[in-house]
Nanobody
């Protein structure tokens, strides 16, 4: 199972950015989501969606960030708006997917840099 994230970049404060992540190698992906790692901090959950229904968000990001998924394309997205300098981080997509051996595992993408700066 492989994840390919894209969409990061430099954006001004108050701007918007949409991250995308394509999942290949499994079509049984019950959980899709995003994490981020701010320099000097531990990796933290941004948003996570289970079975396309239950979604959790980091409390401080509710209302600004939205996670969505396209099951037909096996993709997960993160729409970010009202970006702040403190949102600067490396963003990782992460999924729980059924591996070729039949068991479920957690997988991580390579990370995409988001920099919020004027």
């Amino acid at each position: 199972v492989q994840l390919q994230a894209s969409g990061g970049g430099l954006v001004q404060p108050g701007g918007s950015l949409k991250l995308s992540c394509i999942v290949s190698g499994s079509t049984d992906v019950p959980v899709m989501g995003w994490y981020r790692q701010i320099p000097g901090s531990q990796r933290e959950v941004v948003a996570s969606n289970q079975h396309g229904e239950n979604t959790i968000y980091k409390d401080s990001l509710k209302g600004r960030f939205t996670v969505s998924r396209d099951n037909a394309k096996n993709e997960v997205y993160l729409q970010m708006s009202g970006l702040k300098p403190e949102d600067t981080a490396v963003y990782y997509c992460s999924v729980r997917a059924r591996a070729p051996g039949g068991y479920y595992m957690n997988y991580w993408g390579q990370g995409t840099q988001v920099t919020v700066s004027s």
